[in-house]
């Protein structure tokens, strides 16, 4: 039997691995930066925290989670999303309590049972953040910048910030009948799902990909129009913050975001060279999600990326990040009291940061430089007889073939 692995799922692998790395390390220092802190929740959480969150019509609780029972029959999912579980870990750990503002971050892989393609997944890793605790607008443009922090720090040029608001569950109301009134004529016309979509949540006919559907939206109600005074204030607001901040941004009516809890503002990034998978993030406010799930009314705002997309990104600009891994220092060893001495060396070096690489299986001088030479090493550490009776090393640079001799004591400070 060949086992293989599950389709849409892939295996990080060396030398990607260390790619994956860098990317990971900083998110968090940019997060760090803007003073969130690390969630970690479990992969697994209760069916029924994504069905009461996500809702039930949304396409991630019709088709794409991946549920189980286990051993006592109870329901769970493989988390399709962070924002939910992050939210049941703030009201079950009473952190709204200990702090007015909430600044959590997270990274981790989430499941959806979707249709892979080119940067398209059943198991993909996200971060996110989420700020929970204040319905200001400066924190939307915060929480925005965050993301534009990270994606410029990774030297990414060509990512795009689009803004919308979703309104207040109030505002929705009008704007929800103004679009079925705006879709009946054309109800026969729409595939299954936005059959549902109408009746369920008719702003998720602007979702749709279907071709056919698709066509519908250009002419349909913009949500600005539908905004009331203190929503439409709340986007002004927010405009002014990216604006100081020097975010550039295009306002596109037609974000809704795949998921029912959203409120207000709604961002996604996108970048266009991705293909039919050109979204890079996404996020927004979502002021009504902690009260749904049993906690106290508090507002709150995140986003979350795709680390597999933002990789590609990253390859289409041709941005290095990551080296690949490279002895600091090749050791060169003849003779067996050379071969003890060396062990010493080794330790000395590694307890000094440095990696350092010695093969014993290569025995001959010749042999053993030409593997520090195929190892990229900067430096190789010569010790053979001679050295051994003065208690020195050689310390040849391998790009410009520079020797130098130094005592062993001075091997603890040698400037490598
Ligand atoms: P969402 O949680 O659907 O708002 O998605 C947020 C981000 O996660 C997207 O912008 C993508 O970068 C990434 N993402 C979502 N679904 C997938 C998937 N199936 N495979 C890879 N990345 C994904």
Redesign the pocket.
């Known amino acids: 039997m060949n086992y293989k692995i599950p389709r849409g799922t892939f295996d990080i692998l060396p030398p990607q691995s260390a790619k994956w790395q860098y990317v990971k390390q900083s998110f968090h220092k940019v997060a760090s930066n803007y003073g969130f802190e690390e969630i970690s929740t479990p992969i697994f959480e209760m069916a029924e925290l994504f069905e009461r969150s996500s809702g039930e019509s949304s396409d991630v609780v019709q088709k794409e989670m991946y549920r189980f029972q286990d051993q006592k029959g109870r329901s769970f999912a493989l988390r399709p ?1 962070g924002t939910a579980p992050v939210v049941r870990s703030y009201i079950e750990n009473h952190l709204g309590m200990q702090a007015a503002h909430s600044r959590l971050y997270y990274m981790g892989p ?1 499941f ?1 049972y ?1 249709r892979p393609q080119a ?4 198991q ?1 890793y ?1 971060y996110g953040v989420e700020f929970i605790g204040s319905n200001h607008p400066f924190y939307d443009a915060e929480v925005i910048a965050l993301e534009m922090d990270f994606l410029s720090e990774l030297g990414l040029k060509k990512a795009r910030l689009e803004i919308n608001s979703v309104g207040c569950s109030t505002c929705a109301l009008d704007y929800d009948k103004a679009l079925r009134e705006y879709y009946k004529p054309h109800l026969s016309e729409l595939c299954t799902d936005c059959k549902t979509r109408y009746e369920l949540r008719p702003r998720r006919l602007l979702d749709c990909k279907v071709p056919s559907c698709k066509a519908f939206r250009t002419d349909a109600p913009s949500q600005f129009d539908y905004l009331d005074a203190p929503c439409r204030e709340h986007f002004d607001q927010l405009c002014g913050y990216l604006e100081l901040m020097q975010i550039e941004y295009t306002i596109n009516p037609q974000i809704v ?3 029912d809890y959203y409120t207000n503002t709604a961002f ?2 996108i970048y266009d060279d991705l293909g039919a ?1 050109n ?5 927004g406010r979502y002021n009504a999600l902690i009260a749904q799930l049993g906690g106290k009314d508090t507002p709150a705002i995140g986003f ?3 680390f ?3 990789l590609l990104a990253l390859e289409k600009e041709g941005i290095e990040i990551a080296k690949p891994l490279k002895p600091d220092i090749y050791l060169v060893l003849m003779g067996e009291i050379a071969q003890t001495t060396g062990m010493e060396i080794l330790r000395i070096l590694r307890k000094r940061g440095l990696y350092a690489e010695y093969n014993p299986e290569k025995t001959s001088f010749k042999a053993q430089m030409k593997a520090a030479d195929a190892s990229g090493a900067r430096y190789a550490i010569l010790l053979g007889e001679d050295e051994i009776k003065e208690n020195s090393l050689l310390i040849k640079d391998l790009s410009s073939g520079n020797q130098n001799k130094i005592a062993g004591k001075a091997l603890a400070e040698y400037p490598f």
């Open positions: 999303e989430m959806r979707d940067g398209r997944y059943r993909f996200q975001r795949g998921l996604e990034i998978q979204s890079l993030a996404g996020g979350a990326g795709g597999e997309r933002l």
